[in-house]
């Protein structure tokens, strides 16, 4: 495997629902994504806006008002290339590929978002990459 397939290629995924998705990388990288960070970053046309093919934006951006907690309630793989989280707040369209998802991770480090502090008691789902 090359290393920009390393970089975008998990070996594990485990998702804490009321916390993070864990992933550890095929490099050997290990990511904790916040839930809250992954529901604001949704990759769906409807919370990041259609595009037309000149990257103008077909319909506005919808923002989610919902005010409680937010958790995943569950996830699954989409193919070999991304997963899908269905969230607390009634949603589930988007589908977040493993290059975006590492994307996140770069984005995250780079703006030193703080970290996961206080690990929640709940359930938790593992996703087989």
């Known amino acids: 495997m090359d290393d920009m ?5 998990p070996t594990n995924l485990h998702l804490k629902k009321s916390e993070a998705l864990i992933i550890t990388w095929a490099d050997g ?4 994504l916040p839930l ?8 769906c046309a409807g919370c990041q806006g259609e595009r037309d093919i000149l990257g103008r934006t077909m319909m506005p951006i919808v923002k989610t008002t ?12 989409v193919g070999n290339y991304a997963m899908r989280i269905d969230w ?5 369209a988007g589908i977040y590929t493993f ?3 590492r994307e996140l991770d770069d984005m995250q480090a780079a703006h030193e978002e703080p970290p996961i502090t206080k690990p929640a008691k709940d359930s938790s789902t ?3 990459a």
């Open 126 to 128: 593992d996703i087989r």
């Open 36 to 43: 809250r960070m992954l529901r604001k970053y949704c990759p």
């Open 99 to 101: 290059k975006y998802l």
């Open 66 to 77: 919902y005010d409680g907690p937010i958790t995943a309630t569950g996830g699954a793989l």
């Open 5 to 9: 397939a390393d970089a975008t290629t």
């Open 88 to 92: 607390s707040d009634g949603h589930g």
């Open 29 to 32: 990288r290990h990511s904790v």
